[in-house]
């Protein structure tokens, strides 16, 4: 079975028009989930934790998305190190 991982993370942005964290230190790693409901459940309840600081955001990640594990690797994936 295919697995369809997410990240979910936050932090405190600088500009509400951007999503550049103020602190990169301080992101707050939700956790990675097999599926997006239970990667949603997670975003939501970070999120209204939060909901006093409006310059708080939280993101799903979709990790999933980031490899096709049907293409080849790239050369730099291939090196032993």
Do not use: C
């Not at 295919?2 to 707050?28: C, M, P, W, Y």
């Not at 799903?60 to 594990?69: F, G, K, P, T, V």
Request: charged share 30%.
């Amino acid at each position: 079975m295919t697995q369809r991982l997410h990240l979910v993370f936050g932090g405190e942005l600088i500009d509400l028009s951007k999503n550049a964290f103020k602190d990169v230190d301080a992101i707050d790693i939700v956790g990675m989930f097999p599926d997006y409901e239970t990667a949603y459940n997670a975003w939501k309840g970070a999120a209204q934790r939060t909901v006093d600081n409006a310059h708080m955001r939280y993101f799903i990640a979709h990790i999933h998305r980031l490899r096709d594990e049907e293409k080849p690797a790239s050369p730099t994936e291939e090196l032993d190190s």
